[in-house]
């Protein structure tokens, strides 16, 4: 497990809430299992439309244990995934194609345009590219992907990724 220290240092430390709700564990089987896949199995089904065609590179932004990053690895997409929980991070950095570390939405070390497509699937994160608060965009034909639409004051969907 790597750990992002350029963008630990610059960002805000996690709320203890939120930590403790991660670290409780319970996250890793929410979309495995009872309702919760239907949404693993609707993101699939949209991303899968969506995606540019494998191999591209993918930054999966808060993807936690991986949930995600492990089907888009066994498409044949190269999957780098960021999430601020070690717990997290160490199930993601076992999944074969997916790299993982620690590091926060918020900060993160990676150049622009250095990914095809920069996932923002989880509650947390936010599709705010260039000078607003997310400061990574990817390749400029690139796209953030679906946001929650409980998650506001953010509109919900995908839509293309900009740097202005």
Not at 73 to 100: C, F, I, M, N, Q
Not at 141 to 146: D, K, L, S
């Amino acid at each position: 497990m790597e750990r992002d220290h350029a963008a630990e240092a610059g960002a805000p430390a996690l709320a203890e809430e939120i930590a403790e709700y991660y670290e409780r564990d319970g996250e890793d089987g929410r979309l495995r299992s009872g309702v919760g896949r239907l949404e693993l199995w609707r993101t699939q089904d949209v991303l899968r439309r969506l995606l540019p065609p494998a191999p591209a590179r993918i930054l999966d932004v808060g993807g936690g244990s991986g949930v995600h990053a492990e089907w888009l690895a066994a498409d044949g997409h190269a999957v780098e995934l960021v999430d601020p929980v070690s717990l997290h991070v160490e199930r993601a950095a076992r999944l074969p194609g997916v790299t993982a570390r620690v590091g926060d939405a918020r900060a993160l070390a990676a150049p622009d345009a250095s990914v095809d497509v920069a996932l923002l699937l989880g509650p947390s994160t936010t599709c705010s590219i260039g000078r607003t608060g997310y400061g990574h965009s990817p390749r400029p034909a690139g796209w953030c992907g679906p946001e929650d639409s409980w998650w506001p004051p953010r509109s919900t969907g995908t839509r293309p990724c900009t740097t202005a």
